[in-house]
């Protein structure tokens, strides 16, 4: 279960990366407050899809692997983003950014408030929700990162970094770990 958290807390890091793209996209020729907007609207629009589409998804290929894979296109997002600078192919990047998330958020909480017990599901999700340390401090990390590597380095070590502690769980997490978590927390779970 431990593994599971950390994985999602990953995927909660992406608020703290993202603190830094205001600072990148302005930076960027053709890239103006109007542009900025599209950027973010863009973003929205695959955020929209994927929590569309996060039921049906979670139920086909399973919660555990969901989960998984989303840090996988979170790496891939980064690494892109450190990579490529027209505003086109920025804008490309946060679909598929919002996509992800939209898709694997509603998962990460249904799999949270699956694998916790009944009785500390409200402590947990205040700690989740309240907690000074994610993601404002991850965000103030982030900025300190940034000022000395440069934003694209930034973007690009954080897409490193999700792709190998990713690849670190390859295997350990799956759908069957999800299944034997719940029944370990609960009895049989309801996602697979």
Known sequence: ?????????MLDLDAAIFALFVLF???L???DAVGYGLLLTAGAVGHIFGSLLSA???QRFGAGRIVLDS???LGIVYLGLSLFHAPLLLGTLLVLDGFNLGLSGVGKVS????MV???LRGWVGLTVSWSPAPPHSAQCWAGWWGQPLGLRETFAVAGGLALVVARQFVGRINNGAVV???HQIRGPSRLS
């Open 1 to 9: 279960m431990a593994v599971l958290m950390a994985l999602t807390t």
């Open 25 to 27: 996209a302005t930076a």
């Open 29 to 31: 020729p053709g890239v």
């Open 56 to 58: 049906s998804v979670s």
């Open 71 to 73: 840090v996988f296109v």
């Open 111 to 114: 799999l949270r408030q699956a």
């Open 117 to 119: 017990p009944p009785d």
């Open 180 to 182: 034997r978590a719940g």
